[in-house]
């Protein structure tokens, strides 16, 4: 029966790539479980294809291929759901402690990572996300993404170009997370303004909010948020403040983290369960948009997470 000492070997080794093929499989899925599990799958298809006595030159390129041609079949069936989702969609958070400098053991997520340039990805076909994520986010060369995709290295061309087309009009500069010489500023910000927000400083709220932010809500209709996401400084103040006041007297703690490689908060009920994540876009020294994800079914994969900085409670 295989599992020799050179397979077990060769499955460590291969173990190495998990990173990178985590951050393909979030980035065509948005969801930290099914990402997950199409890892999982591309192992163990790797693992039998080794035990029936197949020879894998390249376990990297083979497993890269199973995570992305799995991402395009996930993205095929989700993308009907996603057109009866309820409200905004945002993907499940990837949150790690904020006393690190950053999403360390996702480190190949890049600037693939934020929510905002995950849901601009929502816009492409599951393959021209495929295209545009080897070649734009991973650096994959045509000849590569061709093969992973099982497409010509021309046509990938023409899906690459129209891809960026597609995403052309909504990109935004600063769709990346904070590169480390700003991780500092950003999170003291993020500091600040959840302390503000908690402690209902009106003043301190308004002075760290741009003229034109935003406030995007994913409830998933499993819990009521509002129905068209507010922009502007009043607007969001006054939905910021309403929300913090009704949770005063929930025994609410929130704990700063970093979310999807951005300044952000975990926010935990009574019980200690996950109750919403919120992350924050940050330029030019003021917040420009908030996402709060408080969809319970794109947060259970998230637990206590003990060693997150936390703050004092709202009040």
């Not at 991402?71 to 905004?88: H, Q």
């Not at 910021?240 to 983290?257: H, K, M, N, W």
């Amino acid at each position: 029966m295989p599992g020799s000492a050179e397979e077990d070997e060769a499955g460590t080794a291969a173990a190495g790539y998990r990173p990178l093929l985590f951050s393909i499989a979030y980035g065509m899925t948005g969801s930290v479980g099914d990402a997950e599990d199409i890892v999982q799958d591309a192992f163990l298809g790797l693992t039998r294809a080794r035990r029936a006595g197949t020879e894998i030159a390249d376990p990297k390129a083979y497993l890269t291929t199973a995570v992305t041609r799995l991402g395009i079949n996930y993205l095929g069936s989700a993308r009907v759901r996603r057109e009866r989702y309820v409200g905004d969609w945002l993907p499940e958070p990837v949150v790690v402690p904020a006393d690190r400098p950053g999403p360390a053991e996702y480190a190949e997520l890049s600037d693939s990572l934020s929510m905002a340039f995950l849901v601009l990805l929502e816009s492409l076909s599951p393959v021209e996300r495929a295209v545009f994520m080897l070649r734009e986010v991973f650096g994959y060369g045509y000849p590569e993404v061709a093969v992973i995709t099982g497409k010509s290295e021309v046509n990938c061309r023409k899906i690459f170009a129209r891809a960026r087309g597609h995403l052309a009009a909504g990109a935004r500069d600063d769709d990346g997370s904070p590169p480390p010489s700003r991780q500092a500023e950003t999170g003291e910000l993020a500091r600040r303004f959840f302390e503000a927000a908690a402690g209902g400083d009106m003043d301190e709220l308004f002075a760290m909010l741009a003229p034109d932010v935003v406030l995007h809500a994913d409830g998933g209709g499993k819990t009521q948020v509002v129905e068209h996401p507010p922009a502007g400084r009043e607007a969001v103040l006054r939905l910021l403040l309403g929300l913090f006041r009704r949770i005063r007297a929930l025994g609410v703690s929130l704990r700063l983290a970093w979310v999807n490689g951005r300044p952000g908060a975990v926010m935990y009920d009574a019980g200690g369960r996950v109750a919403s994540v919120f992350e924050l876009d940050v330029a030019d020294g003021m917040v420009q948009a908030i996402r709060s994800v408080v969809n319970p079914d794109k947060l259970g994969h998230l637990g206590p997470v003990s060693d997150i900085a936390r703050l004092p409670p709202p009040g």
